[in-house]
């Protein structure tokens, strides 16, 4: 049985406008690099270029912040002093179709700006199957939404250190899928130079400004797995959930009760609570 996407969700557009409208303004192009070592190796590829300032892109996300303001008004403008560099939010009610949301969100940021490099970072294998999962069951909706785009997807494998060559020097859309506990650790395969390799996994991986795309940030709110992430040398971080610890420059709220009203999720009903062994 093919299973078949409903391309125009409005909730799940409005998502995905909310980020591809932070970079207004950035023109289409890629730009190439040059990554070598000590021993004269040299490997050319494609990375995320933005010419966009940081204050532009602020003017952008206060201006999205404002448009979703008029629907969700306890949804915070950040000011000037207070924005926090390419860090953004998306909140979103479990069963609403997050995965889908960022997944596509990767397809548009290629076509509107040519960004080739993604990462997807998980906190645990399920979570890391279930995007392996999406990606498989959506690859022929996107190719049909986007013109056959070509791109590769795969999940990072310490034993299989080519495909992170690959997704440095494909000008391709590249989504490298990896679990934050092989890379939050000095010790870890990806940050360690050997000959077959020749050189240091994660220094090509930084030299291609990836976007990174945090699946259930809550869980990688420490300060060892955010210096991690931010060590990944990303062009911008986008951090999807439903339940946010921390709101870094917060583009698009999908609460419980918008979910209910919009029919996306079903109603739960709660029983009277009463408190046992209390003589009031």
């Known amino acids: 049985m093919k299973l078949q996407f409903d391309a125009h969700q409005e909730y799940q557009l409005d998502a995905i406008r909310a980020v591809t409208g932070v970079f207004e303004g ?9 990554v070598s070592d000590a021993r004269l190796f040299a490997e050319t590829g494609a990375a995320n270029t933005l010419t966009l300032s ?14 979703h303001n008029a629907t969700h008004p ?54 890391r199957e279930g995007v392996l999962k999406n990606l498989e069951i959506t690859k022929e909706h996107f190719r049909t939404l986007y013109a056959n785009v070509p791109f ?33 650790r000095d010790d870890v395969v990806i940050r360690q130079s050997s000959e077959r390799f020749q050189g240091v996994p994660v220094e090509l991986i930084r030299a291609t400004n990836p976007i990174v795309i945090v699946d259930e940030p809550q869980n990688m709110e420490t300060d060892k797995r ?3 992430i931010a060590d990944l040398n ?18 698009y709220r999908l609460t419980p009760v918008d979910a209910y009203n919009m029919g996306l999720v079903k109603k739960i009903e709660v029983l009277t609570v009463a408190e046992k062994n209390d003589e009031a």
């Not at 179709?97 to 906190?123: N, S």
């Not at 990303?234 to 583009?251: D, E, F, M």
């Open 26 to 34: 950035e023109a289409r192009g890629r730009a190439g690099f040059i």
């Open 54 to 67: 940081d204050e532009q892109v602020a003017e952008n996300v206060r201006r999205i912040q404002k448009e």
């Open 74 to 127: 306890k949804s915070p403008i950040v000011a000037a002093a207070q924005f926090e560099g390419m860090n953004f939010t998306v909140e979103m009610e479990t069963g609403t179709g997050k995965t889908y949301v960022y997944l596509r969100t990767i397809f548009e940021l290629h076509e509107q700006y040519q960004f080739t490099k993604f990462i997807i970072v998980v906190p645990s294998i399920a979570i």
């Open 152 to 184: 590769d997807y795969f999940v990072y494998d310490s034993k299989k250190l080519g495909k992170i060559r690959q997704f440095a020097t494909a000008n391709t859309l590249q989504i490298m899928v990896i679990n934050i506990d092989a890379f939050s």
């Open 226 to 228: 955010k210096k991690a």
């Open 234 to 251: 990303p062009l911008a971080t986008l951090r999807y959930s439903a339940t946010h610890k921390h709101l870094y420059n917060l583009l």
